[in-house]
């Protein structure tokens, strides 16, 4: 019988595979798109101090935003984020600025950032409540950026945070008060009452949309007249509210001020019917709103 030869296979020892190391430059992504989509911070999250890493940040592009460097944020949240400053993860609550530890930080807020660059999920709404402000004064502030609409945004553009304060609607109420005062009810005419109410109308985050059914409204009723009078109903102004007296709640002058009778009459409109398109559907179904 012939022998049997066992030949034992030879292995090759497996290479190992050289080590690349990291270098850690915070320019790069920190945090992938595919662990979650764009998010929109609640209030909750949304407080001075706080950011919630969301897909796409670095850790320059938060330094850039809060007026500091992103060495300083590193240092702040090593506890948080580890030695590796490209190691960001989704969900993590990073401290920048109010709150920060060291000497390193952003101890006080007349070093806050002076603006910000508006990146995916952002509102004005969630930009306002980390900042302590309120949407209506960062949409004043940069309206020629933003535009009339306060809803859209696009990713990018550079928004100041602070400056001259913003009008608040009793400021821009008070001041067309004292222009109609000044005029005259009976030198008012509509056009004038027609620029009070856009600016009131963008004031409360309406569209333009919204002001042209605001003005379709407006032009049936009263055709923008401050004294118009219906003498069968008792329906007065501009807004022609119903009676007339109605409009006392906003304010002693509302038998000649076209601001005060646009005050009332948009407050009316939001209550009941939302918004002036809302109002302007009912009156082509109803005759009246």
Known sequence: MPKRYRYKGRH?????RPTVKAVARPAVILATAAAA?????????AHTGDHT???GDTLSELAASHGTSWQTIHGNNRNTIGSDPNALRIGQVLTIGAGSSGGSGLGSSSSASSTYIVRAGDTLSTIAARRGTTWQQLHALNRDVIGANPNIL?????LALNGPAAQTPADILSRFSEVAASRGAARTSGQD???IARTMVANRGWSSSEFSCLDNLWTRESNWNPTADNPTSSAYGIPQALPGSKMATAGADWRTNPATQINWGLGYIA???????????????HNWY
């Open 12 to 16: 090759r020892r497996p290479t190992p």
């Open 37 to 45: 989509s764009f998010a929109v911070l609640t209030p909750a999250q």
């Open 53 to 55: 890493v969301r897909a």
């Open 154 to 158: 696009r990713v990018g553009q550079r």
């Open 193 to 195: 009452a027609k620029s």
């Open 271 to 285: 209550d009941r019917y939302g918004n002036p398109c809302g109002a302007w559907s009912h009156f082509q179904a």
